[in-house]
Structures are given as structure tokens and as C-alpha cells.
């Protein structure tokens, strides 16, 4: 089996059902994001770098693999993904899916699951009923074989799903006539915020990159300006600023957290579940400063997951038979590409960013308050669909 997940992000609305189960689901996600994060953290691949990704988006793809498994296999997805029990996850997941696609105002929101799978391979009905009733997810037979025209296919369905944005997520080259089963997701969403930041004051200032100990100097960064009421937290115990921004016609807003010290990131990131909790912020004007940026991340979340002690679903050994009653048939790799944008309209997607013309920068008026939030030194970051207590995206911005 091969795995693909694209998402693509800027801002997320969900229309969340207040249930004990999606209490527990959301519950279950906090621990696993955390987890995620923390071996992000040391993961060469993303070690001192900025990322941002979906830990909601690989597992829910996983559980629907899950779904299918047997024994061992199934009980370490379980218990690595922090899942609840099945009814529990069919009953959230459902929901969500049926709520998908959602269109409103300046939100749209597209969450789209495919599996591909070989036109000699056959699945077994239940789980084919189970994949589109429950997941809404797609399913279709392919010919492997034919490598490059199955690439066109899976990547006209991403870019259909994306608007056009992602061109080309899967390379021809990583399948082959031995490729049995793909699973793809890709998740298209867009909005603004409800205090945008003016562009006219968007201005120059000092980043200082000083994480763990490292000695680098500031660079100069475009920085974000605004005087507004938001809600805000200054943590002494958790010597941090919390500063949350909401986003229009939505129950999401995005939470960036703040180290009181210039290198206190790699302090907090070492205890993360305590900052992913939900905090009593208040409403309050405050002095914000935050850079725009854009991340692009590519994750393979195999080596993550096996930390996790999820490891049997990638060898041979994996239980698959409530998929498929052949016995070869397991995971060979879990991609995962996700790119963010943030700027003063709010946490847009493009596939590439455009060069900005130099604007005059207009001054603030002198503040009418004593509480600044100034993100300039690292930070991470999460989206939260407050309703349900969901994270939904979690990534930091250290350089």
C-alpha cells in the first residue's frame, strides 16, 4: 500500500456537534499531536526548522486503513493514534465528513479521501461499504502498471480537489506493476481573519532566530502591525504570551504561543501537551507584532509513527484481511505535504509565494496599552476548531 496526503492550508472552518464523543475524539488528538510534534522536534528532517502539519489529517486516513486491520496491527494503530473506540470514531468522523464540502463567506473548506486500488486486487465489500458510508471516502480501480498515466490520474483528481493549486503530488516514478493499493487526501481550505492586520503597516523588523542555545544573528523580516482587541494570556507559570486570532464565518482561530525568553522555545517544546491544553485567555488591546510567512512542509511520518510504537502496519507481517483477504498487503510509505501561509487578510494557501513591492510604512498610534505580544524570536503555533477542542494544525516558526 502506498500513502499520499496533501494539505492545504490557510484557514479551517468546522460546524462541530457538542457530543461526549467528539470530547473524547478531541482529547485523543491533543495527546497525539503533541506527541507528533515532539518527535518532529528531533526528526532530521525538520530539526531547527519551521514546519507545519496535520496530525488530524494522518489519522483519520490511518483509521480508515485501521478499519480494515486485524490484531496486532489494528491494536497499535489504536493506541499510537490515541483513537477512541470504534464507535466513538465512526460517529465524529461521519459527521465531519458529512459536513464536507462547506462553502461560506470567505471560508471555503474542501476535505476529499481516494483510494486507488489495483484493478486485480478485490476488496471486500464490507469495507468497501465502509469506506464511502462512513469516511465518504472514493474508491477506484487502476492500472498500476501503466505507472505514469496512473500518476496523471491521482494527480488530476489532488488538483481537481485543490482548485488547481497542487500540481503533480505524486511522481510516476513511486509506482509501479507491484503497487496494490494508494490512499490519497487532500484537504483545500481558505479564510480570512476577523481583525485583519492593514498591509499599509506592515513594516521591517529585527527576527532573532535563537533557538536551543544556537548563536545565530537577527535577520530582517516583514512584520505584521496592529493594535486590536484579541484574546490573550500572559503565562507566568508557563512563561509564555498566548495570543489567539479568530477567523470569519468560523469556530477555528489560530493560537500563537510565545516564549517569554528569545530562545524559550526549546524549553517549552520539551513539556508541549501542557501548551496545547485549552487556556483562560481574556479579551484585551493588545500591541501585536507577528511576521508574515509562508512554510512548506514534506513530512514522512513513518519514522514518527514507529516511535509511536505503530510498526507492523509497514512490514509485511501486517493483518489486512478485513480489507482484503490476501496477506501481502501493508503500507510501504505515509507522505504527508503541507504548506501555510500567513498574512495581514488572515492564513492563505498558494502554491508559490509572489514577490512583494516595497510599501511606505504607515506608524501605529501610540498605543493605549501595556500588553505587546512581539513575535520576534520563535514560536509554534496551532488551529483549533474551539467548538469541538479539535487541532486541527500545529507548526512552529523559528527561522
Known amino acids: 500500500m502506498m500513502f499520499f496526503s496533501l494539505f492545504l492550508i490557510s484557514a479551517y472552518f468546522s460546524q462541530c456537534f457538542a457530543s461526549e464523543a467528539v470530547e473524547i475524539f478531541a482529547n485523543g488528538i491533543v495527546k497525539y499531536s503533541?506527541?507528533?510534534?515532539?518527535?518532529?522536534?528531533?526528526?532530521?528532517?525538520?530539526?531547527?526548522?519551521n514546519f507545519i502539519?496535520?496530525?488530524?489529517?494522518?489519522?483519520?486516513?490511518?483509521?480508515?486503513?485501521?478499519?480494515?486491520?486485524?490484531?496486532?496491527?489494528?491494536?497499535?494503530?489504536?493506541?499510537?493514534?490515541?483513537?477512541?473506540?470504534?464507535?466513538?470514531?465512526?460517529?465524529?468522523?461521519?459527521?465531519?465528513?458529512?459536513?464536507?464540502?462547506?462553502?461560506?463567506?470567505?471560508?471555503?473548506?474542501?476535505?476529499?479521501?481516494?483510494l486507488y486500488i489495483s484493478r486485480y486486487f478485490k476488496v471486500l465489500p464490507s469495507f468497501l461499504d465502509l469506506a464511502r458510508n462512513i469516511y465518504k471516502s472514493d474508491i477506484e480501480n487502476i492500472d498500476f502498471s501503466n505507472h505514469v498515466l496512473a500518476a496523471n490520474n491521482i494527480n488530476k483528481w489532488v488538483a481537481l480537489e485543490t482548485n488547481n493549486t497542487i500540481q503533480g503530488l505524486v511522481d510516476a516514478n513511486e509506482l509501479s506493476a507491484l503497487t496494490k493499493f494508494v490512499t490519497v487526501s487532500a484537504l483545500y481550505f481558505r479564510g480570512?481573519?476577523?481583525?485583519?492586520?492593514?498591509?499599509?503597516?506592515?513594516?521591517?523588523?529585527?527576527?532573532?532566530?535563537?533557538?536551543?542555545?544556537?548563536?545565530?544573528?537577527?535577520?530582517?523580516?516583514?512584520?505584521?502591525?496592529?493594535?486590536?482587541?484579541?484574546?490573550?494570556?500572559?503565562?507566568?507559570?508557563?512563561?509564555?504570551?498566548?495570543?489567539?486570532?479568530?477567523?470569519?464565518?468560523?469556530?477555528?482561530?489560530m493560537t500563537f504561543i510565545l516564549p517569554h525568553e528569545q530562545d524559550g522555545l526549546c524549553s517549552i517544546e520539551k513539556d508541549i501537551q501542557k501548551y496545547l491544553q485549552k487556556q483562560k485567555l481574556t479579551t484585551?488591546?493588545?500591541?501585536?507584532?507577528?511576521?508574515?510567512?509562508?512554510?512548506?512542509?514534506?513530512?514522512?511520518?513513518?519514522?514518527?509513527?514507529?516511535?509511536?510504537?505503530?510498526?507492523?502496519?509497514?512490514?509485511?507481517?501486517?493483518?489486512?484481511?478485513?480489507?482484503?483477504?490476501?496477506?501481502?498487503?501493508?503500507?510501504?510509505?505515509?507522505?504527508?505535504?503541507?504548506?501555510?501561509?500567513?498574512n495581514e487578510q488572515g492564513t492563505l494557501a498558494t502554491a508559490a509565494s509572489a514577490a512583494v513591492g516595497v510599501i511606505r510604512s504607515l506608524p501605529l498610534p501610540p498605543p493605549d496599552t501595556d500588553l505587546t505580544f512581539k513575535a520576534d524570536h520563535p514560536f509554534f503555533y496551532y488551529i483549533r476548531d474551539n467548538e469541538s477542542g479539535v487541532i486541527l494544525f500545529i507548526g512552529r516558526y523559528v527561522q
Open 34 to 49: 503533541g506527541n507528533i510534534y515532539k518527535e518532529l522536534v528531533i526528526d532530521n528532517n525538520t530539526k531547527g526548522k
Open 53 to 114: 502539519t496535520s496530525p488530524l489529517g494522518v489519522q483519520v486516513i490511518l483509521a480508515l486503513v485501521g478499519e480494515g486491520c486485524k490484531g496486532v496491527t489494528a491494536q497499535q494503530l489504536i493506541t499510537g493514534l490515541q483513537l477512541p473506540n470504534t464507535n466513538v470514531r465512526r460517529e465524529v468522523i461521519n459527521h465531519y465528513r458529512t459536513l464536507n464540502p462547506f462553502i461560506k463567506g470567505t471560508f471555503e473548506l474542501n476535505l476529499a479521501i481516494k
Open 192 to 253: 480570512d481573519w476577523t481583525r485583519s492586520f492593514s498591509p499599509q503597516r506592515t513594516d521591517n523588523q529585527n527576527f532573532f532566530p535563537r533557538y536551543c542555545n544556537n548563536n545565530k544573528i537577527a535577520k530582517i523580516v516583514k512584520t505584521m502591525n496592529a493594535i486590536n482587541t484579541y484574546l490573550f494570556l500572559d503565562s507566568s507559570a508557563l512563561e509564555a504570551k498566548f495570543l489567539e486570532i479568530p477567523y470569519k464565518n468560523s469556530n477555528c482561530s
Open 284 to 342: 484585551e488591546l493588545v500591541d501585536v507584532s507577528i511576521p508574515k510567512f509562508n512554510i512548506t512542509s514534506s513530512i514522512n511520518y513513518i519514522p514518527l509513527l514507529r516511535k509511536l510504537g505503530i510498526t507492523q502496519v509497514f512490514e509485511e507481517t501486517a493483518d489486512m484481511t478485513g480489507i482484503s483477504t490476501q496477506r501481502d498487503l501493508f503500507i510501504q510509505f505515509v507522505t504527508q505535504k503541507a504548506f501555510i501561509g500567513v
